[in-house]
T-cell receptor, first 114, second 114 residues
Framework: DAKTTQPTSMDCAEGRAANLPCNHS???????VYWYRQIHSQGPQYIIH???NNETNEMASLIITEDRKSSTLILPHATLRDTAVYYC???????????????FGKGTKLSVKP | SAVISQKPSRDICQRGTSLTIQCQVD?????MFWYRQQPGQSLTLIAT?????????ESGFVIDKFPISRPNLTFSTLTVSNMSPEDSSIYLC???????????FGPGTRLLVL
């Protein structure tokens, strides 16, 4: 079973920041928080990941609480092309095996509206 | 990041037949995975394709139904055998790169079984 809890759906106005929350209260010390998104009928796209520090890249920012029990993915200026299902996943870093693979939950369906 | 291609991109098959899906990566990778995404559902891991040894299957998936080959570090195949309409899904190849820290996905193969 997925170790994360996300809202089923969210709306965001185009040009505004989209803040997607994720709860992972049972996260272990060696587990990373990963975010992926899946635009309709495409393969999942990697967005960002982090362990305990906040992270930022060209796509998004990841804010992880100090106790690591929750995180927020921030898309600073959402566009219509950001409409997708966003998955928050916790995973042990490292090579293969069931322990290291991504286990997908149901994710959050983000709808960016004009 | 790794660039992953899959063939075919989509197919319509008759029940009782088999289809082999190919996954090609543009660089050598240690771990390759096969996922299934049934209509309206999230992704489910089928198996880990190990180079030089038998694939490791997840609970509910068996080698007779989903035989996998991994002849080298850049290529793998998944066969969906004796297909039924319940096998209609998107099948996705995935690899780990960058020391196993990040996992990337191919575009998927959309299979419809009539």
């Amino acid at each position: 079973d997925a170790k994360t809890t996300q809202p089923t759906s969210m709306d965001c106005a185009e040009g505004r920041a989209a803040n997607l929350p994720c709860n992972h209260s049972t996260i272990s010390g060696n587990e990373y928080v990963y975010w992926y998104r899946q635009i309709h009928s495409q393969g999942p796209q990697y967005i960002i990941h982090g362990l305990k520090n906040n992270e930022t890249n060209e796509m998004a920012s990841l804010i992880i609480t100090e106790d690591r029990k929750s995180s927020t993915l921030i898309l600073p200026h959402a566009t219509l092309r950001d409409t997708a299902v966003y998955y928050c996943i916790v995973r042990v870093r490292g090579y293969g095996g069931s322990q290291g693979n991504l286990i997908f939950g149901k994710g959050t369906k983000l709808s960016v509206k004009p | 990041s790794a660039v992953i291609s899959q063939k075919p991109s989509r197919d319509i098959c008759q029940r009782g037949t088999s289809l082999t899906i190919q996954c090609q990566v543009d660089s050598q990778v240690t771990m390759m995975f096969w996922y299934r995404q049934q209509p309206g559902q999230s992704l489910t891991l089928i198996a880990t394709a190990n180079q030089g040894s038998e694939a490791t299957y997840e609970s509910g998936f068996v080698i007779d139904k989903f035989p996998i080959s991994r002849p080298n570090l850049t290529f793998s195949t998944l066969t969906v055998s004796n297909m039924s309409p319940e096998d209609s899904s998107i099948y996705l190849c995935s690899v780990t790169s960058g020391g196993g820290e990040t996992q990337y996905f191919g575009p998927g193969t959309r299979l419809l079984v009539l």
